[in-house]
C-alpha cells in the first residue's frame, strides 16, 4: 500500500489531509516538524511528500533542498504562497507539483493518485524490460520508442533519431554538425535548418503532453538552445 507523508503544522488541515488520504484507501503519516521530515524520508517507505512551505522550524524549501541530495521521491508543496517567484522557486529545488492554499483535498489526492501512477509506469519502464530511464524520458532503443512523462511520443523517424541522440548525453551540447551526421546519415540536401524545423516539431510534441496532462510541476522544454553552439537536452 503506497504511504503519503504529510508534512504540516496546521493540525485542522493535516487531520483534513490525512482523512482524505485514508479515505481512498492510502496510507498516510503526519509529522509537524521539517526537521523530523528528513531522518523520516531517509528511512524509506514513503512514496510522496505532501510538504507545507511555512513550517515553524525550517522552511520547506529547505526540506525539500536537503532531500533531493539522497531521494527522487515525489514532492508536492502545500502553501499559502501564491507569488510567482515562489512557485518557481520551489518547482526549480526539485518540487512536482505546487498546491495553494485554500485547496480542495480531493483536487490534492487527484495529485497523489497522479504521482503514484507515475512510479508504477517508471516501473514498468524500468531497465530490463527495454526501456531505460533519462529523468522524464524513457527510451527503448531495440524498439525506436520513447516516453515522456510516461506518454508515448508519436514521432517521424529523424524527430526519433534526434531525441534519441540528445538523450545519449543529458546535459551535453551537440552542435548542428553532430546532429546532422548521427541523424541523417550524411543527406547532402539536409541543412542546419532541418534540425531547427525538427526541434521546433519536437518541443511543439512535448509540450501538447504537458498540456495533457494539466501539470505545471513539468518542464515542457527540456530542450535547450546554446546559441552558435547547438542543443542540449535537461533530462
Known amino acids: 500500500m503506497p504511504t503519503i507523508l504529510i508534512v504540516e503544522d496546521e493540525a485542522a488541515i493535516a487531520?483534513?489531509?490525512?482523512?482524505a488520504l485514508r479515505s481512498e484507501g492510502l496510507e498516510a503519516e503526519h509529522l509537524l516538524l521539517g526537521r523530523e521530515a528528513v531522518p523520516r524520508l531517509r528511512a524509506g517507505g514513503i512514496d510522496v511528500v505532501v510538504l507545507d512551505v511555512g513550517l515553524p522550524d525550517v522552511s520547506g524549501f529547505d526540506v525539500c533542498r536537503e532531500l533531493r541530495g539522497f531521494s527522487d521521491v515525489p514532492v508536492i508543496f502545500l502553501t499559502a504562497r501564491n507569488d510567482e517567484i515562489d512557485r518557481v522557486l520551489g518547482l526549480e529545488l526539485g518540487a512536482d507539483d505546487y498546491v495553494t492554499k485554500p485547496f480542495s483535498p480531493r483536487e490534492l489526492v487527484a495529485r497523489v493518485r497522479a504521482r503514484l501512477r507515475r512510479i508504477a509506469a517508471t516501473a514498468e519502464a524500468a531497465p530490463g524490460s527495454g526501456w531505460t530511464r533519462r529523468g522524464a524520458f524513457a527510451i527503448d532503443e531495440d524498439g525506436h520508442r520513447i516516453r515522456f512523462h510516461d506518454q508515448a511520443l508519436d514521432l517521424t523517424r529523424y524527430e526519433y533519431a534526434l531525441l534519441a541522440a540528445l538523450l545519449q548525453r543529458?546535459?551535453?551540447?551537440l552542435s548542428r554538425a553532430q546532429l546532422m551526421d548521427r541523424c541523417w546519415d550524411g543527406d547532402s540536401e539536409s541543412a542546419d535548418r532541418t534540425i531547427d524545423t525538427h526541434v521546433k516539431t519536437l518541443r511543439g510534441k512535448l509540450r501538447?503532453?504537458?498540456?495533457?496532462?494539466?501539470?505545471?510541476?513539468?518542464?515542457?522544454?527540456?530542450?535547450?538552445?546554446?546559441?552558435?553552439?547547438?542543443?542540449?537536452?535537461?533530462?
Open 208 to 235: 501538447a503532453v504537458v498540456s495533457m496532462l494539466g501539470d505545471c510541476g513539468n518542464d515542457a522544454d527540456p530542450i535547450r538552445t546554446h546559441r552558435g553552439l547547438g542543443y542540449a537536452i535537461e533530462a
Open 15 to 19: 487531520d483534513t489531509v490525512l482523512y
Open 170 to 173: 543529458p546535459g551535453a551540447i
